[in-house]
């Protein structure tokens, strides 16, 4: 296994190792800049890739629900290894459970159901109207728009805050996905709401089959999706400014496909309670068709609340 600090090419990320059969290595693993911790979206990507090698050409995937149970971390020359079951293979549908194992204990698992495409059958989408949100042409990257706001107050902005963003912006430029804020003031200012949207698609080109560009969306769907619920709190980024969250880590996270260059992330926080929280996200295309449904359940603690010694979880 080799750790990839520049999530540049996602082809290469999501890639993996048939080490037997139905038990899978990735070949590399993604780790955020500010640790040893394994980027959510790359365990979900890549334990959906372990769950489509071992079905039969034409099934689609169409649902997957995954529940994070420990960190990934990238620092163990071991890796993780992924682990599928084969739970039903019927005439419609097919169902996989996959388990990412790390040091013999499963830190992740995931169940995933795929179908055979029934055209015969009647069909509806819904669409929304989003000629008013600001195109991506039009909208700055996130990197350029925290960068823009460093150079801008950055006699004003407390030490630890300035190496924070600084890390940040590094992170950002690392990953895999290109976003384009539409509302790029919220990665410094707290005070608007309980939702956010964003366009994004791969910075390198990849390949054009639905199959593949599911585990993409699965990828990109993890990043800053429980922060919507931060930003309803009105708490800032841990490491950042106070109020902050002094922990954001998911729990669960489920998507359903719709259908299959630029995607409008919609997401937004429905409730925060409990130190928990929960989001739902809808990644739509240009012309307004449905893509994919998404939500996600995650600890979501302001700092005041975090007490010394034992488990973070």
């Given at each position: 296994?080799?750790?990839?600090?520049?999530?540049q090419?996602?082809?290469?990320?999501?890639?993996?190792?048939?080490?037997?059969?139905?038990?899978?290595?990735?070949?590399?693993?993604?780790?955020?800049?500010?640790?040893?911790?394994?980027?959510?979206?790359?365990?979900?990507?890549q334990?959906?890739?372990?769950?489509?090698?071992?079905v039969?050409?034409?099934?689609?995937?169409?649902?997957?629900?995954?529940?994070?149970?420990?960190?990934?971390?990238?620092?163990?020359?071991?890796?993780?290894?992924?682990?599928?079951?084969?739970?039903?293979?019927?005439?419609?549908?097919?169902?996989?459970?996959?388990?990412?194992?790390?040091?013999?204990?499963?830190?992740?698992?995931?169940?995933?159901?795929?179908?055979?495409?029934?055209?015969?059958?009647?069909?509806?989408?819904?669409?929304?109207?989003?000629s008013?949100?600001?195109?991506?042409?039009?909208?700055?990257?996130?990197?350029?728009?925290?960068?823009?706001?460093?150079?801008?107050?950055?006699?004003?902005?407390?030490?630890?805050?300035?190496?924070?963003?600084?890390?940040?912006?590094?992170?950002?430029?690392?990953?895999?996905?290109?976003h384009?804020?539409?509302?790029?003031?919220?990665?410094?200012?707290?005070?608007?709401?309980?939702?956010?949207?964003?366009?994004?698609?791969?910075?390198?080109?990849?390949?054009?089959?639905?199959?593949?560009?599911k585990?993409?969306?699965?990828?990109?769907?993890?990043?800053?999706?429980?922060?919507?619920?931060?930003?309803?709190?009105?708490?800032?980024?841990?490491?950042?400014?106070?109020?902050?969250?002094?922990?954001?880590?998911?729990?669960?996270?489920?998507?359903?496909?719709?259908?299959?260059?630029?995607?409008?992330?919609?997401?937004?926080?429905?409730?925060?309670?409990?130190?928990?929280?929960?989001?739902?996200?809808?990644?739509?295309?240009?012309?307004?068709?449905?893509?994919?449904?998404?939500?996600?359940?995650?600890?979501?603690?302001?700092?005041?609340?975090?007490?010394?010694?034992?488990?973070?979880?």
């Amino acid at each position: 296994m080799v750790l990839s600090k520049q999530g540049q090419h996602i082809e290469e990320l999501v890639e993996l190792q048939e080490m037997e059969k139905d038990m899978f290595k990735p070949v590399k693993l993604w780790k955020l800049d500010s640790g040893t911790n394994v980027f959510g979206g790359i365990i979900i990507a890549q334990a959906t890739h372990a769950a489509t090698k071992t079905v039969q050409a034409g099934l689609h995937l169409h649902s997957l629900h995954c529940y994070f149970s420990g960190f990934a971390d990238a620092s163990i020359p071991s890796g993780i290894d992924y682990t599928v079951e084969r739970i039903r293979d019927g005439n419609s549908y097919v169902t996989r459970s996959v388990k990412a194992i790390q040091k013999s204990r499963c830190i992740f698992s995931l169940l995933v159901s795929f179908h055979r495409p029934e055209i015969n059958q009647p069909s509806f989408q819904t669409t929304i109207d989003i000629s008013e949100v600001i195109g991506p042409e039009n909208c700055h990257s996130l990197e350029f728009s925290l960068q823009n706001h460093l150079d801008q107050n950055r006699q004003s902005i407390p030490p630890d805050v300035l190496g924070f963003v600084e890390q940040l912006i590094k992170q950002i430029k690392a990953n895999a996905i290109e976003h384009r804020d539409t509302r790029s003031e919220q990665f410094y200012s707290k005070n608007h709401g309980s939702s956010q949207a964003y366009w994004f698609r791969a910075r390198a080109k990849i390949r054009s089959d639905p199959a593949y560009q599911k585990l993409i969306l699965a990828y990109a769907s993890d990043f800053g999706f429980i922060d919507t619920v931060r930003i309803g709190m009105g708490l800032h980024s841990p490491g950042g400014p106070t109020p902050r969250a002094s922990m954001l880590v998911s729990i669960s996270h489920s998507m359903f496909f719709c259908d299959h260059e630029w995607m409008l992330y919609k997401m937004e926080a429905e409730t925060a309670k409990d130190g928990r929280g929960l989001v739902i996200g809808r990644i739509y295309a240009r012309d307004g068709r449905l893509i994919a449904v998404c939500a996600q359940e995650g600890v979501v603690r302001a700092e005041a609340e975090v007490e010394a010694g034992g488990p973070k979880l």
